[in-house]
């Protein structure tokens, strides 16, 4: 390490924790305060200080709670460096510096290319394993800048292309993520997880799904949730065999046992190992399996210990509670007599995945209130009023969900002309307070026991604040 890199890491180091008392760049600020005294390149003299090295996990939905996960599974056996919901490279770089292990764990989200810069933070960090969880389209528009799903998946994709040594573990069940394993399996080890069970599958009608490799619609032999499933491209292009499978699932009200079966390549023992175990989880819905896959995969893959991978799973996910769920995130709350299902559903693939959940538990007529995309946002609220229309709701209510009130007046028109009854309240963004207020009492208000109350929203601003309010009454 050269000395400029070991000043600027101790300045910054000091300089970290200080900033916690002002505002503004919070959790980056010591990687700022680096990267602007040894620049930006130095980051990876940080990054090779791990014995093992970094693991990056990125996908469109899933990835903090994977990220949860695989934390509690690594930092069970070894000390690890870790960030969560890092969008930057200054992030990972802070958590580098102020955090001690030989693991390093980074979320790293990425919206396109021209606001993430995932090439150059796979140059810089030289990762060990990228992890993929799932990729679907998500906003159409990036700070005003139209961003076509092709940008998007080309930016997941350029996170590990330059990779010449680990693994990539990604979902072999989505198509999307399988290529980006398949393309690079002459370049590095690939690792991938899925689905080998005959009791999960899909209520929703199939979309057209286009084979990633040439375009042509892919052929579904099964479908397990949205796009994910066995499938196969006249072009040769088909699901990988997952070397990490959920073998049999058995579902109660109050448990779910998975057993889990892997033979994998562990990276700092470079040998295959294999694992076989069954694990009690709380009913949390099918994709919660996925992130669970994900990252016992991640965990068996870079885990020294390799005798403890067995014990390792049994003690986190028996002992888990549906606390691991990320803030604004999809849950179930039982208020009064009422269930209430809510939390961020972003884009198509979300909101589906939040119906799903939703479903295990309606045993009457619902009500949806439904909270809208934005201007330009025209294709989520497609996937959105199909997700509606496929729950057969007794009742809508529609509330803007971004900052146009007039956009969300013309989707509630839209909805309106299948659905008479349903209503609209036009409540601002800038009155949050009054938007949740409002929010919180139509679901506790409602006429109906079942509730479900999804859309888009600011996370933590809007539906973490809501599902409190819920929890503590
Ligand atoms: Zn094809």
Redesign the pocket.
Known sequence: MSTRVIIAKSIAKIAGPVSKLGSGSGKSFAGIVFSKIAGIDAISELSHELGVGSIILTGTNGKTTTTTLLIKLLSNDIPIRSSFESNTINAIASALIQQKGDVGVFEYGIRNIKYGIPDKVQRIVDPVGVVYTTISPEHAQVAGVKNPFEDYYRAKELLSQGMDKGIIITNCDDPRTAYLGYKKRNDVKITYYGLEVDNISDFFDADII???????E?VYEKHFLNHRGVYS?????KRPEPDVKLTDIKFTNEKWALTIEGDLYNYPLNENLSFNVEINVPPYGFHNIYNTLASITSYASFTPKAENIESTIKKVFNNLDMSFIPPGRFEVVEYKNKLIGLGQGDNGDAAKINALFMDQFVDGPLEFIYTTPDVDEEEIFEDHFKVIKTLSPAHIIVVPGRKSIEKAEEYYNIIKKEYPDAEFYPLSYDEMAKRIDKLYELATQSDYDYVIMTGCGEEQAMWENIKQKLIKK
């Open positions: 286009q084979c990633p490799s040439c375009g042509k892919l491209c006249e072009c040769g292009f």
